[in-house]
Nanobody, 124 residues
Framework: QVQLVESGGGLVQAGGSLRLSCAAS????????MGWFRQAPGKEREFVAA????????YYADSVKGRFIISRVNAKNAVYLQMNSLKPEDTAVYYC?????????????????WGKGTLVTVSS
């Protein structure tokens, strides 16, 4: 079992930066690919970024590529999402996710565990 708790959300102006953190509990944390999803009001939950078991490989949605960076520190049971050059369209609840299968195929229907989410609001 894996429990995930996000933090770091808040209100930021367009062009600013935020770093989201996800604290995980569970001895098998390193066996999971980790990812971030987001859901804006009235929208479906969408994939943002994923990172492999060891942190050696990453994948990003086109909408955030070049602006966001996902990382993990398995010794701390933690995964992070550094968000730079934020845009109003990035406004959403961001969810940490754990997927026992490959990060390369991570999607909403493959995620095994979800965090409760943290709200990011980007003002224009």
């Amino acid at each position: 079992q894996v429990q995930l708790v996000e933090s770091g959300g808040g209100l930021v102006q367009a062009g600013g930066s935020l770093r989201l953190s996800c604290a995980a509990s569970g001895r098998t944390f390193s066996s999971y690919a980790m990812g971030w999803f987001r859901q804006a009001p009235g929208k479906e939950r969408e994939f943002v970024a994923a990172i492999s078991w060891t942190g050696g490989s990453t994948y990003y949605a086109d909408s955030v590529k070049g602006r966001f960076i996902i990382s993990r520190v398995n010794a701390k049971n933690a995964v992070y999402l550094q968000m730079n050059s934020l845009k109003p369209e990035d406004t959403a609840v961001y969810y940490c996710a754990a997927d026992r299968q490959s990060f390369q195929t991570m999607r909403v229907t493959t995620v095994d565990y979800w965090g409760k989410g943290t709200l990011v609001t980007v003002s224009s």
